[in-house]
């Protein structure tokens, strides 16, 4: 299994690469959502996407990523003081979770 992650972050993704290491998952991180896109293969079952990494439309961003690969699970995290941003990300199809829910569960996210 592999997950993609779309992230400009220097901290966090060494935590999600150490829990994707304990799942047994390849974890590649992408800092743009062209590079996103482009990382799609056929090993690529989820795309994980940090708000605050990028300003792109989501929507623009999902079509792409389901015409490669139609079965993607699409999730997108941000602060929850973000409520717009987290629903315009919901209403483009990923499933929403703040920045707390993805801490506290790094192991479903990126290790399953």
């Given at each position: 299994?592999?997950?993609?992650?779309?992230?400009?972050?220097?901290?966090?993704p060494?935590?999600?690469?150490?829990?994707?290491?304990?799942?047994?998952?390849?974890?590649?991180?992408?800092?743009?959502?062209?590079?996103?896109?482009?990382?799609?293969?056929?090993?690529?079952?989820?795309?994980?996407?940090?708000?605050?990494?990028?300003?792109?439309?989501?929507?623009?961003?999902?079509?792409?990523?389901?015409?490669?690969?139609?079965?993607?699970?699409?999730?997108?995290?941000?602060?929850?003081?973000?409520?717009?941003?987290?629903?315009?990300?919901k209403?483009?199809?990923?499933?929403?979770?703040?920045?707390?829910?993805?801490?506290?569960?790094?192991?479903?996210?990126?290790?399953?």
């Open positions: 299994m592999k997950i993609v992650y779309l992230t400009r972050d220097l901290m966090f060494s935590r999600a690469q150490q829990a994707a290491r304990t799942g047994g998952v390849t974890l590649q991180v992408v800092g743009s959502p062209e590079q996103c896109t482009e990382a799609i293969d056929d090993e690529t079952e989820r795309v994980v996407v940090d708000l605050s990494s990028t300003g792109a439309p989501l929507a623009d961003l999902a079509v792409a990523l389901k015409a490669k690969k139609p079965e993607l699970e699409l999730i997108a995290y941000g602060p929850h003081v973000q409520s717009d941003r987290l629903a315009a990300a209403a483009a199809g990923f499933r929403t979770m703040t920045n707390g829910q993805v801490h506290s569960g790094m192991k479903m996210v990126f290790g399953e």
